[in-house]
């Protein structure tokens, strides 16, 4: 991904810190080069079909609460380049021998019922530190995503809490998670929420610091859910491509600012035809070949063609139908 001049700025990786960068830096006019050794873009951020054709495999990470929550990938609209968040109603679940189940889900009261079923009152010790999250949270996430080191975020994140909440709050992001589990909750559903999100940061329960990091993913979980993008990891990263690739078309951008009166573009992402209007006549097209059989040669084919595309243009209304679908709406003005 090369700019045309000279470029201002080189990033070296295009793995999704990279790309990020990449796209900010182009948002402010900056030309830039970045570099990727693999052959393709997203470094752990990558999908393929590793074991069967057609099943699609998220090669490393597979879920992204960070990324939705992000003021920076939020800033970014990468929705316009094709990016489709799917959510789970519940993030996740930790089943117990005795037929227990303790549940990460959006819906807050649901969390805080599984917990109650281990021991009366967890769940409302559940809600408190959410309400802890909804005053700290997006200052914690700003200071995280923040260049280093994160001043003004930390000063947000002090100032949201006040000074008394403030201590017991660096005293809780010290806390080992085990500790702040059984300071917390009577029953072990909540320590579960708490101890397998923690582990996904590679800190064991006993490692001071643990907490915050059990805290915040769980936070995540039941605030966002875990989040995957529609087709798979690495289509997070076509999307920062795409959005990026955008930046290296200046000369047309100027045409099309200039003619603005006359015409209007809209960007079509690689990867997400429910968005295209052509889409929806290609498949009644393919439909139709296919309707009487399979054909014979490439000659019956192209005749089928020229039927439905004769037909359609006496269907007019048919085809309106396209640009009505509420996906592909945007494409024409109709009443």
Request: with cysteine; proline share 8%; hydrophobic share 45%.
């Amino acid at each position: 991904m090369a700019p045309a001049s000279d470029p201002d700025a080189v990033v070296i990786g295009a793995g999704p810190n990279g790309l990020v960068a990449a796209n900010v830096l182009a948002d402010e006019g900056w030309d830039v080069l970045v570099l990727e050794a693999q052959p393709d873009p997203g470094g752990a951020v990558r999908s393929a079909d590793l074991a069967r054709p057609g099943f699609t495999y998220d090669r490393f990470s597979a879920f992204y609460p960070l990324a939705a929550a992000s003021p920076v990938i939020r800033h970014l609209h990468l929705e316009e380049y094709g990016l489709r968040w799917r959510r789970a109603p519940l993030a996740l679940a930790h089943p117990t021998p005795d037929g227990g189940c303790a549940v990460l889900s959006t819906d807050l009261d649901e969390t805080a019922t599984s917990l109650d079923n281990y021991s009366p009152g967890d769940g409302h010790a559940w809600r408190e530190l959410y309400a802890r999250w909804q005053r700290a949270g997006p200052h914690l996430i700003d200071a995280l995503l923040s260049p280093f080191p994160p001043v003004r975020a930390t000063g947000r994140l002090a100032a949201a809490l006040g000074p008394r909440e403030w201590a017991r709050f660096a005293r809780f992001a010290l806390l080992p998670v085990r500790s702040m589990a059984e300071e917390t909750f009577a029953g072990a559903g909540g320590a579960l929420l708490l101890a397998g999100n923690t582990l996904h940061t590679d800190l064991g329960p006993d490692a001071a610091g643990s907490a915050v990091f059990g805290w915040l993913l769980s936070m995540l979980g039941q605030d966002v859910g875990f989040p995957v993008p529609a087709g798979g990891a690495g289509r997070l990263a076509d999307a920062l491509v795409d959005r990026l690739r955008a930046h290296m078309t200046p000369e047309v951008q100027e045409w099309v600012t200039s003619h603005r009166d006359r015409i209007e573009v809209f960007y079509l992402p690689r990867y997400a035809p429910e968005v295209n209007p052509e889409e929806y006549l290609n498949n009644d097209l393919k439909g139709q070949v296919n309707k009487a059989g399979l054909p014979h040669d490439a000659e019956e084919v192209r005749s089928r063609i020229q039927q439905f595309m004769r037909r359609m243009l006496h269907l007019p209304e048919h085809v309106m139908q396209y640009f009505r679908h509420p996906s592909a709406h945007y494409a024409a003005a109709i009443n």
